[in-house]
């Protein structure tokens, strides 16, 4: 694949979108790992997976327990480099900008019950044969719909704002929750949803269960998917995903929703329509 800056039909933006690549990769300089590192990166990203709530200490300890020789300043590096965070109370925790505005948390004590009420998104880390990646995803909460969804090499803000603009082409809900990471917070972020009319909620510090929706995708996602299959590279990882959601929103039934799929409880149908709605823009 190549980028043409010289070329006078198309713009770079306009040759990244065709190529599903994002403009910030074309700058981008890839951070030097050695294979201890990218191996240890898949050890938390395991842990964490299974208990979110664990903090640096906690999975430093795991990781001793399971034989690595660690320190817990080596694990918080590694896990500021992918992006994770614990989610209990503590201090500090939330990487945000200060510069930027923080929304509060609109609902506590609100039931969701009807689609387009609610979405949420996040980002998680997903391992591969020779690095690593991030996925956003873009979850209506009442039906368990997935949206939307990138993958992306780096943890920018353009990958989440091209994610949301992907999702906001299918509806637009009334709130839309995320966490408080700079590329949430950010103006750029937040005034898509602005322009739209859509109330901005975001997750208290250390709240565990503000976002659990998305939390709960995550581990069906890589223990379902991302660590059976262990793709090697982002195109391979990208079709492997793809196949995945359309799996997950039209075929994967849900006990918390009576046993429909998150498509029949969001499109309200019984029967199954076409294949990748939100998958086909990706």
Request: hydrophobic residues 35%.
């Amino acid at each position: 694949m190549v980028i043409r800056e010289d070329n006078s039909i198309l713009s770079v933006r306009r040759q990244c979108e065709l190529l599903e690549l994002n403009r910030s990769s074309l700058y981008y300089v890839p951070v030097d790992l050695t294979e201890e590192d990218r191996r240890l990166m898949d050890a938390i990203d395991v842990e964490f997976t299974a208990c979110p709530f664990y903090g640096v200490r906690k999975i430093a300890r795991e990781l001793c327990k399971k034989g690595w020789d660690v320190g817990r300043k080596r694990v918080r590096t590694l896990m500021r480099l992918m992006g994770l965070e614990a989610v209990i109370p503590t201090k500090n925790t939330s990487r945000r900008n200060p510069e930027h505005k923080v929304y509060p948390y609109l609902l506590r004590g609100i039931k969701i019950n009807h689609v387009n009420q609610v979405w949420g998104m996040d980002i998680t880390y997903v391992r591969l044969g020779n690095g690593f990646a991030y996925l956003a995803a873009v979850m209506d909460w009442h039906s368990r719909y997935v949206i939307a969804w990138r993958l992306s090499n780096t943890l920018t803000t353009d990958f989440c704002v091209d994610c949301l603009n992907d999702a906001l082409q299918y509806g637009k809900p009334e709130i839309f929750n995320t966490d408080q990471g700079c590329q949430f917070t950010s103006a750029e972020f937040t005034q898509v949803l602005l322009d739209k009319g859509i109330k901005i909620s975001m997750d208290g510090r250390g709240r565990c269960l503000d976002n659990i929706f998305v939390e709960r995708l995550w581990r069906s996602v890589k223990y379902e998917n991302v660590y059976l299959k262990g793709y090697q590279s982002i195109p391979e990882a990208r079709e492997g995903l793809r196949e995945y959601f359309d799996f997950y929103n039209m075929e994967r039934s849900h006990q918390s929703l009576g046993y429909k799929t998150p498509w029949e409880m969001y499109s309200g149908l019984e029967i199954v329509e076409p294949r990748g709605i939100a998958a086909q823009k990706i």
